[in-house]
C-alpha cells in the first residue's frame, strides 16, 4: 500500500514539474497560441502589435515548470531617413538578435552589453533617429 502512495506522489510530482502556468503576457503583444494546459516543451509564439517591433526572438518554451524568458518589444519610431552600421563600442558586444545590415531603418534599436571586467556608462541601447543614432554607452575598465 505504502509503495501505491509512493508511486502516485512521484507521478503527481512529476506531472507538476512537466506542465507550466499559463504563459505571461507582455504589454504590447499578442499570443499566437493558445492552449488550454501548457506542457513541457510546449511553445508560445508572440506577434507584436501595430507600431512595435520584436527585440529578439517571438517565442518562449515550457521548460521544467517554468516559462523562458518572454520576448521584449520596443515601439518603434518612424523619423527621418535609415542609418548605417551602428557606432563600435570598445569592450563591447552588440547582444540584440540582429543581422549586420548595410542601412538600419528608422526606429531600429541595437543593444550593448560590456565584455567581462568591463561596466558601462550610459545608455546600453542606440536608436536610429534622423539617419543618426543616438548616443552610445561607454565600457570602462573596471578600477
Known amino acids: 500500500m505504502v509503495c501505491c502512495y509512493y508511486l502516485l506522489f512521484i507521478i503527481l510530482i512529476t506531472e507538476r514539474r512537466n506542465k507550466c502556468p499559463p ?3 507582455p504589454p504590447n503583444t499578442r499570443l499566437l497560441t ?4 501548457y506542457r513541457q516543451g510546449d ?3 508572440y506577434q507584436c502589435e501595430h507600431s512595435f517591433q520584436l527585440n529578439g526572438t517571438g517565442e518562449i518554451r515550457c521548460e521544467n515548470g517554468k516559462w523562458t524568458s518572454p520576448p521584449k518589444y520596443y515601439r518603434t519610431v518612424k523619423t ?3 542609418c548605417n552600421s551602428p557606432p563600435l563600442v570598445k569592450n563591447s558586444i ?3 538578435d ?3 545590415l548595410a542601412s538600419y531603418n ?3 534599436l541595437v543593444e550593448y552589453a560590456c565584455r567581462p571586467l568591463h561596466v558601462m556608462k550610459g545608455s546600453s541601447t542606440v536608436n536610429c533617429i534622423h539617419g543618426s543614432w543616438t ?3 561607454i565600457c570602462l575598465g573596471k578600477p
Open 23 to 25: 504563459p505571461p503576457q
Open 94 to 96: 552588440i547582444v540584440t
Open 43 to 45: 511553445m508560445i509564439h
Open 135 to 137: 548616443e552610445p554607452p
Open 106 to 108: 528608422p526606429g531600429s
Open 80 to 82: 527621418g531617413g535609415n
Open 98 to 100: 540582429i543581422v549586420q
Open 34 to 37: 493558445n492552449l488550454r494546459m
